[in-house]
């Protein structure tokens, strides 16, 4: 048996998909966005008049996506330090990394904080103009 979780707080699904699931104790994370719920906004990001991306901020972007991640653990019955698995898709390991880097220390590791595994990748493109993307896997009692 699965519950499929479909958060009312973070940025609707880019496609087919629900936000989360839970199977037995583990709730598996869909890729998760900087986005903005409704207006599609990302935190960070100028476009030109094409809808280019001119430039970005990668640590707003970070600090979104984390955003984004506790709200949907939330709706699925979990919470922040329920995570034992994170994955990130990053767009720029070159750049980003050491600013992504240090932001994710400052959530994930010591003090009480979950210090889960995680895996970090670069990717050539993601489903919208988003610089980082993390798929996230929690355990719940």
């Known amino acids: 048996m699965s519950d499929i979780f479909e958060s009312s707080r973070a940025p609707e699904p880019v496609g087919a998909f629900p936000h989360a699931k839970r199977v037995g104790n583990l709730i598996f994370l869909s890729g998760i966005g900087p986005r903005t719920r409704g207006a599609k ?3 960070g ?6 809808r280019n991306v001119v430039s970005y901020d990668i640590e707003k972007q970070c600090r979104a996506v984390f ?3 506790r709200l949907v653990l939330e709706e699925a019955g ?14 720029n390991m070159r750049t ?20 889960p595994t995680r895996t970090t990748i670069e990717v050539t493109a993601l ?3 988003i610089a980082i993307e993390l798929k996230v896997i929690a355990a719940v009692g």
């Open 67 to 69: 955003e984004n991640v």
């Open 96 to 115: 980003d990394f050491p600013i992504y880097n240090r932001l994710y220390a400052e959530y994930f590791a010591g003090d009480g904080k979950p210090n």
């Open 127 to 129: 489903p919208t103009p």
């Open 41 to 43: 906004e990302i935190p």
């Open 45 to 50: 990001v100028m476009f030109d008049s094409a």
């Open 78 to 91: 979990a919470s922040w330090d329920d995570i034992v698995d994170v994955t990130v898709f990053l767009m």
